[in-house]
T-cell receptor, first 114, second 114 residues
Framework: AQSVTQPDIHITVSEGASLELRCNYSYGATPYLFWYVQSPGQGLQLLLKYFSGDTLVQGIKGFEAEFKRSQSSFNLRKPSVHWSDAAEYFCAVPRGSTLGRLYFGRGTQLTVWP | DGGITQSPKYLFRKEGQNVTLSCEQNLNHDAMYWYRQDPGQGLRLIYYSQIVNDFQKGDIAEGYSVSREKKESFPLTVTSAQKNPTAFYLC?????????????FGPGTRLLVL
């Protein structure tokens, strides 16, 4: 079954440092892949998504992600983290042929030190 | 402004009581979803609806029920059969059931058991 794995439960970075959050997927064909962000006590907001074409995807808030088929990865990156980026980040993939159903990873909690 | 509203923000349930969580959207979206979020477990799909008067069970539907009588509304009832209802509940919608479509989330309802 299609799924995603986020290996890092919690990551801490200093403000201004670069960031990479990992996401590995399991999918039979070319997948659609999503990154969402959740601020504490809030709903989720889409950062970016990949469904075809250029493997480097630009998103909101200065985030980008690169689709690497050879590594089954879709890692999220940001060159310089701001304190406001502290949140939980979720990678997601559609559940196979059942359209519209997303499988979410368990999330990576990001803490930003001033 | 278009968006998804969920109410109430906090909800308390007594033993043996059914409670209903509201979800309304004015985005004119066809598809709507209910997720349950527990710490460290990501989001799990409870129910989803791709069109009015139709809905399907997700991964953890036991102890929950839904209705979709209007396009804008997708209420979730947590029944007394749900033995561990304490969680954060998120409603989402997408313009269609297509797997590449973005899901838009409401702010969530936190359900607590007294």
């Amino acid at each position: 079954a299609q799924s995603v794995t986020q290996p890092d439960i919690h990551i801490t970075v200093s403000e201004g440092a670069s960031l990479e959050l990992r996401c590995n997927y399991s999918y039979g064909a070319t997948p659609y892949l999503f990154w969402y962000v959740q601020s504490p006590g809030q709903g989720l907001q889409l950062l970016l998504k990949y469904f075809s074409g250029d493997t480097l995807v630009q998103g909101i808030k200065g985030f980008e992600a690169e689709f690497k088929r050879s590594q089954s990865s879709f890692n999220l990156r940001k060159p310089s983290v701001h304190w406001s980026d502290a949140a939980e980040y979720f990678c997601a993939v559609p559940r196979g042929s059942t359209l519209g159903r997303l499988y979410f990873g368990r999330g990576t909690q990001l803490t930003v030190w001033p | 402004d278009g968006g998804i509203t969920q109410s109430p923000k906090y909800l308390f349930r007594k033993e043996g009581q059914n409670v209903t969580l509201s979800c309304e959207q004015n985005l004119n979206h066809d598809a709507m979803y209910w997720y349950r979020q527990d710490p460290g477990q990501g989001l799990r799909l409870i129910y989803y609806s791709q069109i009015v008067n139709d809905f399907q069970k997700g991964d953890i539907a036991e102890g929950y029920s839904v209705s979709r009588e209007k396009k804008e509304s997708f209420p979730l009832t947590v029944t007394s059969a749900q033995k561990n209802p304490t969680a954060f509940y998120l409603c989402a919608s997408s313009i269609s059931r297509d797997a590449m479509e973005t899901q838009y989330f409401g702010p969530g309802t936190r359900l607590l058991v007294l």
